[in-house]
C-alpha cells in the first residue's frame, strides 16, 4: 500500500482510497469437545414408620366469669386515666401529621391498556420480528 499524504490543496480530480481491514476473512478452525460421562444410579427408599403430632404454641386462656367483675375498680381507673387520654386525643386533632393522606380501603385495581398496536406495512411482508423489549414504565419499546 503506498503512503498517503493529506494537505491543504484541493485537487477535486484526486482521489484517496483507504481499504477497509474489518471486512477481512478470520481464520477459523474446526474444534470439538467432549464432557466426561455423568454416572448416575437408581436408589429406592421406603419408610414404614408414622406418627401424628399435635402442638399447642399457647397455652389456653380461661375466660374469667362476670361475677367477678368489680365496677369500683374500673370507675377508679377510668378516672385516673381520663385526663392524659383526654389530652392526646386533643393534641391528636390538632396535629397536621395526616393532612392530605386519604385511606383506601380496598386495594387499587390497575388495568393494561391497548395504546398503540405495532404492525407491519404493506410494503415491508419480508420482514421478521426476532425480539421486543420495554424499559421499566413501560413508555419505550423496541422490536429488532
Given at each position: 500500500?503506498?503512503?498517503?499524504?493529506?494537505s491543504?490543496?484541493?485537487n477535486?480530480?484526486?482521489?484517496i482510497?483507504?481499504?477497509?481491514?474489518?471486512?477481512?476473512?478470520k481464520p477459523?478452525?474446526?474444534?470439538?469437545?467432549?464432557?466426561?460421562?455423568?454416572?448416575?444410579?437408581?436408589?429406592n427408599?421406603?419408610?414404614?414408620?408414622?406418627?401424628?403430632q399435635?402442638?399447642?404454641?399457647?397455652?389456653?386462656?380461661?375466660?374469667?366469669e362476670?361475677?367477678?367483675?368489680?365496677?369500683?375498680?374500673?370507675?377508679?381507673?377510668l378516672?385516673?386515666?381520663?385526663?392524659?387520654?383526654?389530652?392526646?386525643?386533643?393534641?391528636?386533632?390538632?396535629?397536621?401529621?395526616?393532612?392530605?393522606?386519604?385511606?383506601?380501603?380496598?386495594?387499587?385495581?390497575?388495568?393494561?391498556?391497548?395504546?398503540?398496536?405495532?404492525?407491519?406495512?404493506?410494503?415491508?411482508?419480508e420482514?421478521?420480528?426476532?425480539?421486543?423489549?420495554?424499559?421499566?414504565?413501560?413508555?419505550?419499546?423496541?422490536?429488532?
Amino acid at each position: 500500500m503506498a503512503a498517503i499524504t493529506f494537505s491543504d490543496f484541493v485537487n477535486e480530480f484526486q482521489n484517496i482510497n483507504i481499504e477497509s481491514i474489518w471486512k477481512q476473512a478470520k481464520p477459523t478452525k474446526e474444534n470439538s469437545c467432549q464432557s466426561d460421562p455423568v454416572f448416575k444410579s437408581a436408589q429406592n427408599t421406603q419408610t414404614i414408620e408414622s406418627e401424628n403430632q399435635h402442638i399447642q404454641t399457647e397455652p389456653e386462656i380461661k375466660i374469667q366469669e362476670s361475677a367477678k367483675f368489680n365496677p369500683k375498680t374500673l370507675h377508679d381507673f377510668l378516672n385516673r386515666v381520663e385526663s392524659s387520654v383526654s389530652a392526646e386525643l386533643m393534641a391528636n386533632i390538632r396535629s397536621h401529621a395526616f393532612d392530605g393522606h386519604s385511606v383506601q380501603w380496598e386495594d387499587e385495581v390497575e388495568t393494561v391498556q391497548n395504546i398503540h398496536t405495532l404492525t407491519i406495512s404493506e410494503n415491508e411482508d419480508e420482514l421478521l420480528c426476532s425480539d421486543i423489549g420495554w424499559n421499566s414504565t413501560g413508555s419505550v419499546i423496541h422490536v429488532s
